[in-house]
């Protein structure tokens, strides 16, 4: 029950937060296009912000509808069946108005202009699924590309690191008692019974020659 919680709660914070981001960019729009000739009053910001958390609404719901549906039917064809239901919601929201919307006249819109606002609509939900799948891809393929320059610096690194470690314990061992440097000619350490025995041979030779 407290998880559940937790979730509603979570869920209402991002949709409110999106509903102001969304009506902040469109107040932002609007004084962009006409300046200093709109102004907004108190009523006009509430109705900007609760037609803002209205479509940050549709969003989350599209985006857990394509969360869950692409689990049975697959990421692409949940992505076709939301854009056929919102090009079916769009033409049946616009047969409400007794005056069709974008026409100059004032009856109901017939089926064929309700058709071309589903259809609208339908490409509307399309190009946010292309704009989200392009974001998605940019910030997925930027943070392999981080995560694999972090793990290649690294090794990168550490190699670098192991190799100075390798030289600077030779130049240690390479020395001679008293900071001395090794005369090449001087045997390292003492000698093997085998080495020993070719020594003694080698000298032996070298007298009688």
Known sequence: MTARLRAVATETVIIVLLGVALAAV???????EYGGRVHFGTVDLLVVAAAGIVAAMAVRATVRLHRRWKRTVGRFTAAAAL???AALV??????????????????????????NWGEASGLAMLLNFL?????????RGTRDLARDGTSQSLTWIRALRDRLGRRSDGARGAKASGGRSRDPQQPK????PRRADAERTRRARARGA
């Open 189 to 192: 350490g003492r000698p093997t």
């Open 83 to 85: 854009c056929a239901v």
């Open 131 to 139: 704009i989200a799948g392009l974001v998605l891809a940019l910030v």
């Open 90 to 115: 769009g033409m049946l929201v616009v047969l409400i108005p007794s005056a069709c919307p974008g026409e100059l006249g004032t009856s109901r819109c017939s089926l064929r202009q309700a058709a």
């Open 26 to 32: 469109s107040l932002g729009l609007l004084r962009f």
